[in-house]
C-alpha cells in the first residue's frame, strides 16, 4: 500500500467517531418525545460514546497506523482532535435540536460539553503518551 493510500485509510478510520455522532442524532429526538423518567438514556450513552470509547478507539486506530511515516503521526494527531471534539459538538448539536435550545443552552449544559471535552482529551492524550513510550523502548 503506498503512502497516500495509507493515509487516507487511516484518516477514513479516524474521522468514524463524527458518523456515530451523526447516527445517534434520530436517537436524541426519539428520547426526548418519551415520558421525563427514561430521557437520560440516550444522552447517557452518546456522553459515554464521545468521552470515552471515542478516545479508546482513536487510540487503537492510531497505534495501528501511526508510525509508518512522520506525516502519518502529525495528521493522525491532528484528525484525531478534530473528531473527538467534532463528535462532542455534534453531540451538543443534537441535544440542542432535540430540545430546541441550541441557540440558548443553559449552563448545566455548557459545563457538561466543557468536561466532556477536558476528560476525552486527558484519555487521548494520556493514551498517545503510553503509544508513543511504547515506540520509542521498541525501537
Not at 442524532?25 to 470509547?53: D, N, Q
Not at 443534537?94 to 486527558?122: C, F, H, Q, Y
Amino acid at each position: 500500500m503506498n503512502n497516500k493510500t495509507y493515509l487516507v485509510t487511516h484518516i477514513m478510520f479516524l474521522i468514524f467517531p463524527l458518523f456515530v455522532a451523526l447516527a445517534c442524532h434520530p436517537f436524541w429526538k426519539l428520547s426526548f418525545e418519551e415520558p421525563l423518567e427514561s430521557r437520560a438514556t440516550v444522552p447517557l450513552i452518546t456522553t459515554v460514546l464521545s468521552t470515552v470509547i471515542s478516545p479508546i478507539y482513536l487510540i487503537i486506530v492510531n497505534k495501528h497506523f501511526m508510525f509508518k511515516s512522520q506525516l502519518s503521526v502529525v495528521i493522525g494527531i491532528i484528525v484525531s482532535l478534530i473528531a473527538l471534539y467534532g463528535s462532542i459538538y455534534l453531540q451538543f448539536w443534537n441535544w440542542g435540536i432535540a430540545t430546541g435550545m441550541l441557540k440558548n443552552p443553559d449552563g448545566v449544559t455548557k459545563i457538561i460539553v466543557l468536561w466532556e471535552m477536558i476528560v476525552s482529551t486527558i484519555i487521548f492524550v494520556l493514551g498517545m503518551g503510553v503509544l508513543f513510550f511504547i515506540n520509542k523502548v521498541k525501537h
